[in-house]
């Protein structure tokens, strides 16, 4: 039986709001092994950023978790004190967020958000915080890093405030990080450096990262399994290997059909309409307004989460009878 360092179960979250409650999650499983790189992909509005928004208990109001359990190393994180998650957020688990810009404080100076991380966390004198944050600074590619910690975030680049917000993140050495689309405000270059970056330190330091991203390449570059997101419920899991060449949900497919490729003389695909109203989400499976392979069944009924292969699972009822198109 395979330990997790991290499973989430069942876990629905919603936000109650004057419309109606928007149900982001609704019932999903994520589970996530040690030294692993879980990628979890969809499109925006699928729930990836609430499930870590979950697992970490940061949820924005008015959000909150109805069901579900959040084990980590074994412990419900869901019985735990905000108190007690203050001392587990930041030092065992954290997040690299989007945009550096909001997620650095412009009123303090580099290393004063380094350094206050080490001395709460791990009680170390300013002078000894202050040499680990030049370490991780170096360490992160970032020249000069002495000079840099009395900088600004506003005076330094996206790419730089970037590699300091992960520098952050890994100050306590977590053993768990969640990379919440850490390149999307970068430009290409900027975005293959940090993601080498994020490869090199989770393999040195032996983390377990779940990268959150709607980009499919980083996916195929970057992750070791993956789990497949559609407004708040989970299509399809399994090795990205496994995933890209043979998946079993048509909502993979259409993801795949939509990443362009050197190779590709065809035209890009493209998938019709708009994540459905987490409001009122429809009856059945909730991709089959989207899906070109829906049946009768699939308006009425939700699919349940079925095994393909040893280590390959999908929710779709009409899996066993399609032939769906992978990727090299």
Known sequence: ?????????????????????????????????????????????????????????????????????????GEDLLRKSETEM??????????????PTTSLNPLYTVGKQLTDVLQ????????????????????????EPEKRLKAYPHELSGGMKQRIAIARALACKPKLLFADEPTTNLDVTIQAQVLEL?????????????????????????TDRVTVLYAGKVMEEADTRTLFTEPSHPYTEALLKAVPTIARTKALGIIPGNIPNLINPPTGCVYHPRC??????????????????ADHYVACHRWKELKLQGES
């Not at 000894?128 to 991780?136: D, K, M, R, V, Y």
């Not at 994020?198 to 970057?222: N, P, Y």
């Open 1 to 73: 039986m395979k330990k997790y360092l991290l499973e989430v179960s069942n876990l629905r979250t919603h936000f109650y709001t004057e419309a109606g409650v928007v149900k982001a999650l609704d019932g999903i499983t994520v589970n996530a092994e040690e030294k692993q790189i879980i990628g979890l992909v969809g499109e925006s509005g699928s729930g990836k950023s609430v499930t870590a928004q979950s697992v970490l208990r940061i949820i924005p109001k008015p959000g909150r978790i109805i069901t579900g359990s959040i084990k980590y190393e």
């Open 86 to 99: 203050r001392k587990i957020r930041g030092s065992k688990m954290a997040i690299v967020f989007q945009d």
């Open 120 to 143: 709460v966390h791990k009680h170390l004198t300013k002078q000894e915080a202050t040499q680990i944050s030049e370490n991780l600074l170096e360490k992160a590619g970032i020249p």
């Open 198 to 222: 994020l490869k090199q330190l989770q393999k040195e330091d032996g983390m377990t990262m779940i990268m959150i991203t709607h980009d499919m390449g980083i996916v195929a570059d970057m």
């Open 292 to 309: 070109t392979y829906a049946k009768e069944i699939c308006k009425k009924q939700d699919p349940q989460w079925e095994q393909v292969t």
